[in-house]
């Protein structure tokens, strides 16, 4: 069972204010992963960290920014939320960079009003 | 053409029948396969990873990779009402990167 973590796991907030979604894992994982997923559609990676001080954009553009100072954790930040960054954020972590396991937390869902 | 295709379904099975989930990918060179399951409003939970070619069985899933047809399946035999949900293919691309990629997921209804 995998042990990640996700703060707020609901989140209202007014438009133009900064947020910080938390994720933390338990399982010393080196790679860790953040998805965004609308209702019904596909999963969409929008950032990645293969270990600590390294974040690398992913498939998605994404007007967020994340940080990895420590191993366990691997916080994402909007300095000023739309409405159209209203979504589900979906934190992942895998041990292996080959056979890529991922697992996910319980994720955060956004609404920017 | 997507790097990894499914159908959307839904598709509808009977209780007790087997279920069967279709996965195409484009990247020849793609070693590892995923396939997760997600309950409405909940996240991708991993329910099998399959590497070589053949069959993987884990109770009542089971996992099939043809790497020269760029084919992965997931049959689910006895399919349960709880198991209705959407079922996502997930391919490693073997790249620098090593990112998982993911189809769009088909939905699966169990009938009861």
């Known amino acids: 069972e995998a042990d990640i973590y996700q703060t707020p796991r609901y989140l209202v907030i007014g438009t133009g204010k900064k947020i910080t979604l938390e994720c933390s894992q338990t399982?010393?994982?080196?790679?860790m992963y953040w998805y965004q997923q609308d209702p019904g559609m596909e999963l969409h990676l929008i950032h990645y960290?293969?270990?600590?001080?390294?974040?690398e954009k992913g498939d998605l553009s994404s007007e967020s920014t994340v940080s990895r100072i420590r191993t366990e954790h691997f916080p994402l930040t909007l300095e000023s939320a739309r409405p159209s960054h209203t979504s589900q954020y979906l934190c992942?972590?895998?041990?292996?960079?080959?056979?890529?396991?991922?697992?996910f937390g319980p994720g955060t869902r956004l609404t920017v009003l | 053409q997507k790097e990894v295709e499914q159908n959307s379904g839904p598709l509808s099975v009977p209780e007790g029948a087997i279920a069967s989930l279709n996965c195409t990918y484009s990247?020849?060179?793609?070693?590892?396969f995923f396939w997760y399951r997600q309950y409405s409003g909940k996240s991708p939970e991993l329910i099998m990873s399959?590497?070589?070619?053949g069959d993987k069985e884990d109770g009542r899933f089971t996992a099939q990779l043809n790497k020269a047809s760029q084919y992965v399946s997931l049959l689910i035999r006895d399919s349960q009402p709880s198991d209705s949900a959407t079922y996502l293919c997930?391919?490693?691309?073997?790249?620098?990167?090593?990112?998982?990629?993911f189809g769009s997921g088909t939905r699966l209804l169990v009938r009861p």
């Open positions: 997930a391919v490693l691309r073997m790249d620098s990167s090593y990112k998982l990629i």
């Open positions: 990247d020849r060179v793609s070693q590892s």
């Open positions: 992942a972590s895998s041990e292996s960079p080959h056979y890529n396991e991922q697992f």
């Open positions: 960290s293969y270990g600590v001080n390294s974040t």
């Open positions: 399959i590497y070589s070619n």
């Open positions: 399982m010393g994982h080196d790679k």
